[in-house]
């Protein structure tokens, strides 16, 4: 029956990151990746972060990062041939 509170839907989330490398190890860190990072500042982080948070948890600091992954080999290669003129590509 179509909308049942019993029919599962499945969205295929978990095969976005199916090539993703794995680990055991647990870290501080989290990537929060295809924001609008002109419009987001780490203030807006912080707010939704906390918004997680169980009674009594706490945030220690959020910080914003931006890598440009699509441009790095192209960074990388102008960079050592001296030839990149800090304009983002």
Known sequence: MAGSEDEELDYGWGELDNDAARTDEA???LAVCH???DRIRASDLMVL???F???G???????VCVLFVRCT???I???VQGGWD???M
Not at 57 to 63: A, D, Q
């Open 35 to 37: 924001m609008d990072w």
């Open 27 to 29: 870290t501080n860190r």
């Open 57 to 63: 948890g706490l945030i220690h600091s959020v910080t």
């Open 49 to 51: 972060f906390s918004s």
């Open 53 to 55: 948070l169980p009674q």
């Open 86 to 88: 800090g304009q983002i």
């Open 77 to 79: 290669k102008l960079s």
């Open 73 to 75: 080999a192209t960074f």
